[in-house]
């Protein structure tokens, strides 16, 4: 069966970090571009960070120069290490499959997230 | 940055049509996806590059592209299509996924 099933989450004070882990079956993480998305309490989806299957990384500003996207081939494993967490981090954070994406020697058409994780609860609160 | 502009919200009674928008200068480059997510649950894909449908998703749920702005539309609305739907798309350069603020379905 295709799933992501995620861990890590929890509470954690400001300043604090966090490493969270999602765990892939079915399917192989380094063959795919992978990403973590978050929703804040009652807030739409925000797209958090990916690793493409070459491996360069991207963030979202918000998040950029504190968290790191990872993986672990061995163990089919995507990681989010979270630094410096701020009270606004506070959200479910998923991880999910990208897929078909598509690149050109010019251009990159990016994919939909196919499968995603249930989600853990991060939460930073003093 | 880039953004995705969706309706806060949408209302249609059971069987009627709901169409659903999302507008961004860089839909013309990068194909569209919208996500259906209901309360406590993970979103699930319900339409992949701006109109195909995944197995398993209703055949009423359909995608469609015009220039800059991209159209979810249900038809025969059903009260188990109330949720929140999120478009998602790229940047021109295809280097930052973005989503849509997000739009409510209420099945009246």
């Known amino acids: 069966e295709v799933q992501l099933v995620e861990s890590g989450g929890g509470l954690i004070q400001p300043g604090g970090s966090l490493r969270l882990s999602c765990a892939a079956s079915g399917f192989t993480v380094s063959s795919n571009y992978m990403s973590w998305v978050r929703q804040a309490p009652g807030k739409g989806l925000e797209w958090v960070s990916v690793?493409?299957?070459?491996?360069?990384?991207y963030y979202a500003d918000s998040v950029k120069g504190r968290f790191t996207i990872s993986r672990d081939n061995s163990k089919n494993t995507l990681y989010l290490q979270m630094n410096s967490l701020r009270t606004e981090d506070t959200a479910v954070y998923y991880c999910?499959?990208?897929?078909?994406?598509?690149?050109?020697?010019?251009?990159?058409?990016?994919?939909?997230?196919?499968?995603w994780g249930q989600g853990t609860t991060v939460t930073v609160s003093s | 940055s880039y953004e995705l502009t969706q309706p806060p919200s949408v209302s249609v009674s059971p069987g009627q049509t709901a169409r659903i928008t999302c507008s961004g200068n860089a839909l013309p480059k990068q194909d569209a996806y919208w996500y259906q997510q209901k309360p406590g649950q993970a979103p699930v894909l319900v339409i992949y590059?701006?109109?195909e449908r995944p197995s398993g998703i209703p055949e009423r749920f359909s995608g469609s592209t015009s220039g800059t702005t991209v159209t979810l539309t249900i038809s025969g609305v059903q009260a188990e299509d109330e949720a929140d739907y999120y478009c998602?798309?790229?940047?021109?350069?295809?280097?930052?996924?973005?989503f849509g603020g997000g739009t409510k379905l209420t099945v009246l």
């Open positions: 690793i493409y299957s070459g491996g360069s990384t």
């Open positions: 590059k701006d109109s």
């Open positions: 998602q798309s790229a940047d021109s350069s295809g280097t930052y996924v973005v």
């Open positions: 999910a499959r990208e897929n078909g994406v598509q690149r050109t020697m010019t251009t990159v058409r990016r994919g939909g997230m196919d499968i």
